[in-house]
């Protein structure tokens, strides 16, 4: 905001010695001032976001000096009341970035250079300059009222912190930033140990003090710049711009040493490029979840040494192609037959066995083998099912899906038909599965990227709906073809009436939007029955089948298109 108020005081600056009787001196003393006020906008713009909020007094009480000197030089009343009306940006701008006592300084000091500059013009009387005054101190107080007002909707109103939603703007902001700035982040979660048995033994009152107590104690002793909130419950959330994740890791390990009556558990997380803002605060809280399990009062970072090894052995694994891709099948609930699958890798290691795909899928975004991992998959996927056409003649729709990371690379739609190209399988037959909390942050290349893929024929699925990140209203904005209902909401659908008449409207409106519907995890008879009954489209899980190896998939399709068996046996005891 204060590069903003240089930038348009400058040219107004300008505009008046354009347009007044400026000559000689005075003239060249205001053009000076207004070249000046340009160059300071273009500084505070590129290097303000790393100053602290003090440092900001020095271009306010400077641009309220400037101004005054205007006036001074101004030809005649009418050039000298429009230099004058200038201070009431350095007005705003101390109002919107100090506390009333100093913001009030600032203007008091600005409004009596003005005046008294003001004075100095003959032909400008003093209830003109007061009449001036006023109207620049009621732009003061309505912005002050303003300012207060957004800040109390990002507040807690216990802690005086900010709440999850000043947290998600801080966030937002700084990850917008960065590409700019090239400053490290990161992110910890903090978790008051214990907590509810200060609540239960000792009152609710007692609880909010403690709070109110890690808030102010934190605060204090944390950098400028940092953002410190309360997360919500017993947990606060805190964000460390220009600390790598070793740093920020150190620090909170030492603010918890000062304070020992109050343990706590921290996770922390360094940004890495590509992270979303949700990415970066699940990796935080998987850390916060590592350093409860190892004992409580913990401080743990995420993506620390321990994982190294298994990083390098899946490297070795993706190289040799040692990843192997499982098919589930996708059935028309309708017609009951397989229309598609969906690619799953699958990694035995040699010694610990087979790993689990949430751990080496976040291992290879951690350790920047995502890429690699995910081309494996697409093209072995696709690849396996070009050669089940060729031999059987049979079509199936594929769906793999993709990381986050994947989607920030600007050269991953090139990547993608480079695959289709060696392996023959069509664009319009490939489904990527992305789910939505990869863009929570409306990432601009990751939606860009989402663009490209479309225009290359391929499908898009917006994976895992029906999740705490699912909002209706951004269907019209993501560029999406089909939405997969989470396994976690199909799970509930006979159990909970709401649920049900909740998938009717998902489904409704989908059909509205002309996308399709595949209802994830599907395991009972009576789920089945009831998707078909509310118009689901498509479904998917172990009642129709378990993911499989190609040959096992390709046995199990002849065997269903001669009659002889279903894809998965129909009891859930039977399938493991």
Not at 168 to 182: I, Y
Not at 322 to 332: E, K
Not at 487 to 506: D, E, K
Not at 518 to 530: C, M
């Amino acid at each position: 905001m204060v590069a903003v108020f240089y930038l348009v005081g400058g040219l107004a600056g300008l505009l008046i010695t354009w347009g007044g009787h400026l000559v000689g001196t005075p003239r060249a003393v205001l053009i000076g001032m207004s070249v000046s006020a340009l160059l300071s906008s273009g500084v505070v713009f590129r290097w303000g976001r790393r100053w602290s909020r003090n440092a900001f007094h020095l271009p306010i009480g400077s641009a309220a000096g400037l101004i005054s000197t205007g006036v001074f030089l101004s030809p005649d009343s009418g050039t000298a009341v429009a230099c004058a009306a200038i201070i009431a940006f350095t007005v705003m701008d101390a109002v919107l970035l100090f506390n009333l006592v100093v913001a009030g300084a600032h203007m008091l000091l600005g409004l009596a250079g003005v005046t008294v500059a003001l004075m100095v013009q003959d032909s400008v009387s003093l209830p003109t300059a007061l009449a001036l005054d006023s109207v620049v101190v009621a732009l003061a107080v309505a912005t002050r009222v303003l300012v207060l007002r957004a800040a109390d909707a990002g507040r807690d109103p216990l802690t005086g912190l900010a709440n999850r939603r000043g947290l998600d703007e801080a966030l937002q902001q700084l990850l917008t930033d960065l590409p700019r700035s090239g400053d490290r982040l990161s992110a910890a979660l903090l978790d008051l140990d214990h907590f509810k048995a200060v609540n239960d033994t000792r009152g609710h009152g007692a609880g909010d003090a403690l709070l109110c107590q890690v808030a102010d104690a934190w605060t204090r002793a944390l950098p400028s710049r940092a953002v410190f909130a309360r997360h919500g419950g017993d947990e606060f959330a805190l964000l460390l711009p220009g600390l790598a994740g070793p740093a920020a890791l150190e620090l909170v390990r030492r603010l918890c040493a000062e304070h020992p009556g109050v343990r706590m558990s921290v996770g922390v997380a360094e940004h890495r490029v590509g992270d979303s803002a949700a990415q970066l605060m699940r990796r935080a809280d998987q850390a916060l979840y590592a350093a409860k399990d190892a004992g409580r009062g913990r401080c743990e970072l995420d993506g620390v040494d321990s994982d190294w090894d298994l990083a390098r052995d899946l490297a070795a694994a993706v190289a040799a192609s040692r990843i192997a891709v499982h098919f589930q099948p996708i059935v028309d609930l309708g017609s009951g037959d397989v229309v598609g699958v969906e690619a799953l890798a699958r990694w035995t290691h040699p010694e610990l066995g087979a790993v689990p795909p949430l751990e080496f899928i976040t291992v290879a975004e951690q350790h920047g083998l995502i890429g690699a991992l995910g081309e494996h998959v697409l093209r072995a996927a696709c690849a396996q099912l070009t050669a089940l056409r060729r031999q059987s003649g049979r079509q199936l729709r594929l769906g793999v899906n993709v990381s986050g990371l994947e989607l920030c690379d600007p050269r991953y739609p090139a990547r993608v038909a480079a695959v289709l190209e060696e392996t023959g399988w069509p664009a319009e037959e490939l489904v990527l599965e992305v789910t939505e909390s990869l863009l929570e942050a409306d990432s601009e290349v990751a939606v860009a990227t989402l663009h490209a893929l479309r225009a290359l024929g391929i499908r898009i699925a917006l994976d895992d709906f029906g999740t705490g990140y699912s909002s209706f209203s951004r269907l019209d904005t993501l560029p999406v073809d089909v939405l997969k209902v989470d396994s976690s909401f199909t799970a509930t659908v006979t159990s909970s009436a709401r649920r049900g008449q909740m998938l009717r409207s998902i489904v409704g409106l989908a059909g509205a939007l002309g996308l399709d519907v595949v209802a994830e995890g599907i395991e009972t008879a009576e789920q089945d029955d009831l998707l078909r009954s509310v118009g689901c489209t498509f479904g998917q899980g172990w009642l129709h089948g378990r993911p499989v190896p190609l040959p096992q998939l390709a046995a199990a399709l002849a065997a269903r298109s001669l009659g002889l068996q279903p894809l998965a046996p129909r009891p859930l005891a039977a399938a493991g």
